[in-house]
């Protein structure tokens, strides 16, 4: 069974740091694309990074580029993101997600990812 299972939210002053972990289990990550997404209230999902299996090689949206990092441990089964100077705009539940060779596509195809994680609720205060 594959799982997913995001955690490391919290609660974070302006120009602070946070790291998301996504632990997954029943699945290789040389097989599957992983991407992390946000959403806040009234807003639909965005993609923030994302991961591909294939090269390694990392995305990420301009909202957050220069400030977050997505690492792998594969030794450990989890993807991390690392999230530096945090801002109020950043405040949103946070997932995790896999989806098979996603390419280009991996942070822009939510509806493409096969598995979610449940989410962790990041909050950035002012």
């Known amino acids: 069974e594959v799982q997913l299972q995001a955690s490391g939210g919290g609660l974070v002053q302006a120009g602070g740091s946070l790291r998301l972990a996504c632990a997954a289990s029943?699945?290789?990550?040389?097989?599957?694309?992983i991407g992390w997404f946000r959403q806040a209230p009234g807003k639909k999902r965005e993609g923030v990074s994302c991961?591909?299996?294939?090269?390694?090689?990392?995305e990420y949206s301009e909202a957050v580029k220069g400030r977050f990092t997505i690492s792998i441990d594969s030794a450990k089964n989890t993807v991390y993101l690392q999230m530096n100077s945090l801002k109020p705009e950043d405040t949103a539940v946070y997932y995790c997600?896999?989806?098979?060779?996603?390419?280009?596509?991996?942070?822009?195809?939510?509806?493409?990812?096969?598995?979610w994680g449940q989410g962790t609720q990041v909050t950035v205060s002012s």
């Open positions: 997600a896999a989806g098979r060779t996603l390419g280009p596509r991996c942070l822009r195809a939510t509806s493409l990812y096969e598995y």
């Open positions: 029943g699945f290789s990550f040389d097989d599957y694309d």
């Open positions: 991961i591909r299996a294939s090269d390694g090689s990392a």
